[in-house]
């Protein structure tokens, strides 16, 4: 009876935890003679036999029969007085096996060992969870917002698998309802303290990346490549793509008739603006073409410096920089280069870095971050529209204008 009452819930660790039952006879066993070692200080001579899918268990106890003086080891040995009482014809030398009741351990005993069953089962469980989730980094993965916090989304899967999305893997127009799916990628898996912490990200390249398999065909089967993918999450993308193939056209596998395949991706991104561009191992091209939907006139390339200058007509400047600076910023991390952009036309022009003595460096960056690196770029821009562009002040600016204006009327 006391047996059954402790492990009648096996079956149910099995069908809930979906444990197999070798793994599970190792974690009851486990238990049991942990449980063993604490009552009687040894589990080397106990012998446990257990059926889980029945909730049967045994523990039997082998002791070796002495003589009624000659008892040292009360776990390993048996007096024979005391052997003949379980079977009178019990002799000195003899092995004796005995049941143990569950009742015999203790009802503290009984209590912690069924607290370290459950544990045991947990930390196998997490165990599972962290292997299944490792393997899943990188992929897409779809879970039910639970729970929102300032700091992070709590979600859950089918399976009741806890998975967080912090603030900052989350796009800036992302708006979730409880209750609601969501896509990300399986950014990290990491056990703390034998948990495992799932997190998913939506900022991150690889989910732009894994959504161009799921939406477009042709990537999915490897007929085009994705070469790299810088991304402003929420704002502006730009993806290379390839192709073995010469008969398809990547890019236009990739956008579709009117942008009917990017468009779902796009939605799923927030209306992220996306470019594709076809990749080519022509560097000359390939800072062209990361630099669209601007037209360049010309480019020149400093290998040693990864700097490279380009020389557009002034209507495409606004173009190749793009609002905020991001698309000048995005084409430089597609293609590993800094890059400067000049007008067209303009023969004499100075650094901005040039007025490091009368404007502060911090100035300079702001200016730099928005693709404005020379002083003719800045003057060529108005007050309202640099003010908007930039996170400087209005008074910073026209005191900015005015030493580059003394410049050039010296």
């Not at 009851?28 to 049967?56: H, M, Q, S, T, W």
């Not at 899943?136 to 917002?145: M, Q």
């Not at 400093?302 to 995005?330: C, F």
């Amino acid at each position: 009876m006391e047996n059954l009452a402790l492990i009648e819930s096996f079956s149910e660790f099995k069908d809930d935890k979906l444990i197999d039952r070798v793994t599970l006879m190792t974690i009851l066993e486990d238990v049991f003679r942990n449980a063993l070692k604490k009552k009687f200080g040894d589990d080397d001579n106990f012998d446990i036999i257990i059926n889980p899918d029945k909730g049967d268990l045994e523990i039997w106890r082998n002791r070796i029969v002495v003589a009624d003086d000659a008892v040292e080891n009360e776990n390993q040995e048996i007096s024979l007085s005391e052997a003949q009482k379980i079977e009178p014809d019990f002799e000195v030398g003899e092995d004796v096996s005995e049941e143990v009741k569950l009742f015999d351990l203790g009802r503290r005993s009984i209590l912690a060992l069924r607290q370290n069953l459950i544990a045991k089962i947990q930390e196998h469980d997490n165990t599972n969870i962290y292997k299944q989730f490792k393997d899943l980094e990188g992929e897409i993965y779809t879970a039910e917002v639970h729970h929102i916090r300032h700091r992070a989304v709590i979600l859950l899967d089918d399976e009741g698998n806890e998975l967080i999305l912090p603030k900052d893997k989350q796009i800036p127009s992302d708006f979730f309802r409880k209750g609601e799916n969501v896509r990300g990628i399986i950014e990290s898996v990491e056990l703390k303290g034998n948990k495992p912490n799932i997190v998913m990200s939506r900022t991150a390249p690889a989910f732009l990346e894994k959504l161009f398999e799921q939406e477009i065909p042709e990537v999915f089967d490897g007929l085009i490549s994705i070469k790299n993918v810088v991304r402003i999450p929420g704002e502006k993308a730009k993806v290379a793509v390839d192709s073995y193939d010469d008969r398809i056209d990547p890019v236009g596998a990739c956008v579709g008739m009117k942008g009917s395949r990017i468009h779902g991706i796009v939605r799923e991104l927030g209306n992220e603006n996306i470019d594709v561009i076809n990749y080519t191992n022509n560097l000359q091209l390939y800072i062209t073409r990361s630099l669209s939907p601007a037209r360049v006139t010309s480019v020149k390339i400093d290998e040693e410096t990864k700097r490279v200058e380009v020389i557009l007509k002034p209507e495409e400047v606004s173009k190749a920089i793009g609002r905020g600076g991001h698309n000048i910023r995005l084409a430089g991390r597609l293609t590993g280069y800094e890059i400067d952009v000049f007008r067209e036309g303009v023969e004499e022009d100075v650094e901005l870095s040039e007025f490091s003595d009368e404007i502060e460096s911090w100035i300079i960056q702001e200016f730099s971050k928005v693709g404005l690196d020379t002083a003719k770029s800045i003057l060529e821009q108005d007050v309202n529209d640099l003010v908007k562009r930039t996170d400087l002040e209005e008074e910073t600016i026209e005191d900015v204008l005015r030493i580059l204006k003394e410049e050039f009327e010296e």
